[in-house]
Structure formats: C-alpha cells, structure tokens
C-alpha cells in the first residue's frame, strides 16, 4: 500500500471555519493476491430427533475456507469465507432403518478470523438419496442443526482441525 | 450507522451535535452556497481528508469517548413495539386502456412546450420547455413502437407523501392480515408512528405501501412516469434531489426506457417509458410464435404465443430512481416498486393444468396474476430523526449507509396472517447499502425458486438464503401446513452489519435470535400468523424443472472484458453534468480504476453477439453486487471455478454479489434493442460515488449512430454532446 501526501493548500469553509491543511489521499490499491481456499474435512455425527423417527447422522463435511485479506485503506480485520458440503454427511432412521440425505450445499458464513470459532448452521434433510422437490412440496423435508468447532491458522485462514455436532433444532420463539 | 442503544450520554450527544452541523451543510448544500461538487473539491468528501472533522462533523470518526466509530443517535420509536401491525401487501397500480393518456404517447418525446417554474433551477420567467423529459428525436425514440404497440397504460407520479384513498392491494381483506382498504393508509412506518412530511418520504403516487406493476407478456405497457416533486431543488428535507429517472430492472426493453442515469427530467415533466414485455431473442429465436411455452394468459385460461426464447421468460423485477449520483438518496426516500411478470409459464395461476403452466402458489380465481397466496416483500432498512422524520446520512459516501429499523414494504417489522399451505414470497432487498441473509425462526426448510428476475432452472431445498444483495430478489416458496393455527414463524435475518462496507458476520440462528448483536436489523423482521385453514384445496406445486438456462453454448464469444470494482479511483473528464467524484471505480480491461461519467463509453458489445464479462473484486474486503442492465446472464464461475457457483445461483441473473476478495465469470448476449445501459455497483452508495460506467449497443438495433450524443438534460429541454469513450471499445 502506497501513502501519498498531497500537497493540498488551506482550504478555508468559512461556514464553520474549519481548516483544512492537508489531506491524505490514497492511491489506489496494489493487486491483491489470489487466496485459493482450503478444504478441510471434518467429521459429523449426531442425531437430530422428531417425527417420524430420529435420524442419526454420521460422515464427513467438507468445509472449504477462503482467507479475506482486506488491501483498503479501511484495513478491515482478516476474514474467512466458509463454505459448506454436508454431501458426505448421511443419515439413518432410527425405527425403519432407512437413509436419509442433507442438503444445504454452499451454504456460506463471513466470520472474521479467529484462532478458534463455533459456527452453527442449519440443514434441510430428506428420506432417500437426493434433495429433491416433489409435487408434495417440503412435507417430508426436515430440518437439522449442525455446530462446527473450527480451529485456524490465523496466517493462512486455513482450518486445522474441527469437529462437528449435528443436533435437533431448537429454537423457542 | 447508529449508536449502540447502550452508549453512554455524553457519546449520544456528540453524536447530536455532529447531526446538527451535518444538518448545516446540507442545509447550505440545498441553499446552494456550496456544492457536493464542493465538497469534493475541498478534500472534505473524499476517501481520506475526513478526520479534522471529529466532534464537529462526522461522528463516523473514532470518537473521544468510545474506540468503535460512532455513529447517529438511533431512531426513536416513540413506545412502538415490533409486530403490532399487519404488513400491508404492495398496492397494485391501476392498468387502463392506452386510449385514456392524454396526450397519446408518440415515438419520439413529445416536445410540446409548456411555461416552465421559475422555482426551478435555471429558469427565468417566461421559459418554455417540452412537457415530456425523454431526450427529443429518433435516437431516443421507443424502438419497435409499431411492432409492439402498447395497450396499457399506467400513469404513475412520484410526490411528497400524503394519504392513500385508493389502496388496492389487490387481494381481499382476509389475505392482508385484516387490513381494509377503502381506510385511507396514512404514510406512517407504524400506526402509532408520526406521519412522514411530503419532504421526508417521496414515494410512487406519493403514497404508501409500495406500488406493484402487473404486466404480461405480449402486453406492451406504457409507463407514464409525472415527476411531481417540489419545483424548488431545495424543497428536498435534506435529501433527494427532484430529478428522476427510472429503470425498470431488469426489463429487455429499449435503453430509451431503462431509465439511463444520465437521462433524467424535471418536476412538471412526464417520462414514457415504454415497456413491451418481449421475450429475449425475438428477432432470431422462434420468430414464428410457435411454441406455447413461450407465451401469455390470454384471458380466458389458454396461451397467446409470443415471439422469442421461452428460457428467457422473467417473472420479478423493481423499478427504482437512477439520477445520476442520486441514486441511494432517492431510493431510501422511497422511490421504488415492484414489477410482477406473468407468462404461460409462470402465470400466477395454480390450478391451470396445460402442461405449461408451472402452477407456482398463486391462487385460481384470476386467470392470471392471482396475488393470494404470490406476496410481494420488500426489505429494507431506515432511520428517521427525534421527530420521526426519515433521516439519511449523504455524506457517508464511502462505505454505505446503514440503518438501524428494519422495515417490510416500508412498514416496521410487522406480521402477516397466511393460511396452512404453500406461499411465494418475492423478496426485494431494497435497501442502499444492506446486505440480508434470510432463516425462518424455526429453522423449517424454504424452497427456492427464482434468483432475480427468473425461476432457476430447479429448485432448492433452504433453510437459510444465501446473502441477499442490495438489489437482488430471492422467490421463495413456504409451506405452512406444517404449523398448526395459532402458530407464529418468523422471518429473522442473520446478517449483522457494523457499517455499509459489508456484513461484518454471518451469525447462528439462535444468535441472531438471542437479541445480542449491536445491529438492530438482526433477528425477526416478520412474524407469520397462521390464522386458517385455506378455504379452497392448495392445488399449487413446485415442479422438480422450472427454467432451464438458455443456451448459449453454440454462439461463438465474440469478446471477453475485465471489469475490476475497487476504491481509490481516479476522474479524467471534469463536465459538470456528466461526470462525479468518488472512492470507487471501474477499471475496465486493465485500465485505471474510473469514477463514473454517463458521458464516458467503456464497453460497446457489437448487437447479436455473446461476450464474457469478468467482474473482480479489486483488493477489498467489502463486497459489491454489480448490477448489468438490460441482459440477463449466466454466471460461468466463481472464483475461477464452475464448482464455486451454488445451486440458486445456476439460472440468470441480474445482480451479482462478487463477495469479498472474490470474481465471477459471466456470459451474455446482446440482442433486440440497442441504446445506452450502465453497470455498476448496486451498493448505491458505491454507485454514486463514483462506481458506475456506461456501456452501449449502438451498431444494430434502432439507435445506428456511432457513438451515441450525451444527453444533457435541462427544464428547457436535453441538448446532446459528444460522448468520450475509452479505447478498444
Ligand atoms: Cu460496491
């Protein structure tokens, strides 16, 4: 980042008699560079209960992080982009034994970068093998929470280690 | 930004005493002892330069008493609480018959004269000047007006508030949370709220709530468009300014009637925008009206084929003011409205079986455009001052401005009574600088539909939206049978902002239902009631393939362009009229970041082609939702990769969130009409200062002249100039 001083003369608003003497001014931003995300696969397990059954999920989410490192004069602190694929993540009835499947892909969260964060998203999740609308709409779709633990490395935006806890969803009005 | 509603008195009065000096310039800004040109000039409204303000000025700068920039005190809400009052839903304008405008409207602008104000600016007694504002003559005349003659007309003002007596929103009262109609609807952001004087609030007819425009394809529509605001530009309660123009987004219409930043007019003016409501691709694309999915509600239950690709088809779109560097002043005082579009596909009826139809929630009593169960939302966050009178902050011209009062088709956090079945809600996010992300209170899953003016071509099961972008729209299917009568759900945004640059967190649901963010907008904006059982069957579906995209794939690329959005942008032109200053930039194919000038040409796709255009965040953490009018695109990738681009982000689109650090790679075709649109940062803060270029088709189509003149309005009526234009256009 450059800094240039602009040599700017006393401008006097004699409304309120502020002077100015001078001013900074930025030149521009230099050309940031590219922050490839890293993914990180992190494991899941936990039950989300209800009707028709409980469901107990297990696998792997794949969370990928971007680091944001802001180049402006407004310096904002680093951040990471997380992004979300519970694809790998299944379910199982609890009395007809029967898969289920999460959805939710791409689901995304700004969070500025810490050494550690608790991120908590919801999920949509159905009875078979894919997410898929059908003419009886969203009866037989039901929703999860899961909450990952996620530590980084705060140079790099990168996770190194996490684990995930998938819970039923709560929320009292 | 506003205080925190625990900050400590002396903070709230320093924050007092910055908005009374505040009020001081803007008072001589509209006195016109000074300019924001001024300003600007002065080194006082630039990116930096701004901290001899402290405890004077701007209570942006840290202040003595707190280390977090501060910000206005927050906006008194007189003992109202949330959700005390039912959401209006939007109020339809009347559709007549285009024999009933007088004068008809013409081609090319009517330059009848008439005497002019002299309260406007520029004007001695005595002046004459044309009664419509379009610029005169054939470059502006509608194109295709014989081919696409229009049929309805309707006539719209924008003015100072005032009372609604004629309130039709179109459904009856059990389907408005009780509301009833023939009450006149004070312009009040709560019942118990003060009125918004006519400077405050400016708004379509000069009433509330917002305005929705019904159309249907093949029904060409002439909007005729009367600025009403005060002739004295100083009559603006401290923002706004009395010039308008306004764009349809995102029609495929003419540019004559895209309300072009640069082609504004004067209160005592109209403006005929016509609107013909054609499929894209309807000189070269089933040109014989052949195929009944490209098609209208004729009236009576079947289809009236219409030219054109059936993938095109569009569905929700706003219209907005577009003054040139005015845009977020405008807009917050109220200036905008919704556009519903109804096809054969998509024709607002649920119980239509003619295989075309896609029977979205709706309703069945209409052959089309049934609102019942189809709900118009739009968001938006405002401030007002101690006596409750709408409050903007102009000189925030670098990050954003963001308030501290969630409002819902400009109503604070109300309710909504709905039945046990499926809804569409189109959510508008027509804030200036806010960004939402959107959960129910219960998690319950969502299913969207549409992204922007168009249905995707599947949808996709939710239980939270991706961040919704000033300017986006999300359609959103809901299904309350789940719940039983008796039951609330609510909306809650989980998006917490700490200024206008961006969201400064994604927050959990249950945070943002804690109540423990310092952004008043987070949390539940709207509460649903469920009141019923729907009288009728829910017969309405959501087929597994709604619009797949159309394909481009055989049309060869005829160029590829780099557009980077960045602060730290520089002017090379200085015309008064056309040209502004600010942080923010275009750099266009390599080239330096530049402020914006409607005289400036940085991108002429030749008519007919397809180009690729990436769109790059240039070294910031903020985030941009850049907004290309006139064509629909499809986004190629994100980030470099086809990978990074989610489900709801697969159809076309209009508005597209570049995300922090992040690019996207889109592909569109320029066809049908020609003329001159714009891009820019639909943070409309960013937009008008200065992030906003010109782009033009001006090699086919109906305009043929290379480059096109500048406009340059005046009340006596719009001179032309030559335009600039960068190389290698
Ligand atoms: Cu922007």
Redesign the pocket.
Known sequence: MKIRRLPVGAVALSLFAVVLSGLLWWAGTPARAAFAPTVALIPVSGTVTGQPESVKFSGQAQVSSELVLDTSKFNLPPAVILTFDLSGVSGTGSSSGAKYVAGGNGTNVYRRLVSADTVEITFPFTRGTTMSVSSAGLASVRSGVVTFALSFDTNTGAITKGTATVATPYFPN | MFLSSKASKLRVKEAENARRNRQEIVKALADGQITRRDLFKWGLFTTGGLLLWKHGLNPFVRSAYASVPTGFPRSPLFGVQAFTQPMPRFDVLPRNAIATLTPAPTAQANQTQQVLNPALEGVTPGDTGPIEGRPPGPIWAHQEFTRFPPVIAVPVSTEGAKVNTVYDPGVPSSLNSGINPATPFPPRFHPNLPDQGPLALWTFNGTLPPKLLVGRYGEGIIFRHSNKLPFDIRQNGGFGIHTLSTHEHNGHHGAENDGFTGAFFYPGQFYDYHYPIVLAGWRSVNTGATDARAGSPNGSGGITKVAGDWKETMSTHWFHDHMFSFTAQNVYKGDAGMFNIYSALDRGNEAINDGVNLRLPSGTAKDFGNLDYDVNLMLADKAWDANGQLHFDIFDTESGFVADVMTVNLVYRPFFEVERRKYRFRILNGAVSRFFKISLSDASPMIQIANDGNLLPSPVVITQTDELGIAERYDIVIDFSRYSIGQTVSMVNLLQHEDGKLPSSTLSLSQALSGSSSDPCVGKFLEFRVVRDPAQPDVSQVPATLIPNPDLSAIPVARTRTFK?GDGASQTTNDPVTSFRGP?GIGTDGGDKLDADFGRISAAPRFGTREIWNLVNDGGG????VHIHFEEGQILKRNGSASNVPAWEQGRKDVYRLRPDGSVQITMQFRDFGGMFMEH?H?TL?EDNA?LLRWEIDDGGSPFLRPLPTPIPTPQGVRFQAPTQLNNI
Not at chain 2, 622 to 625: C, E, I, M, S
């Open positions: 959005f923010w903020w985030d941009h939702p940062c943070n960013h992030m």
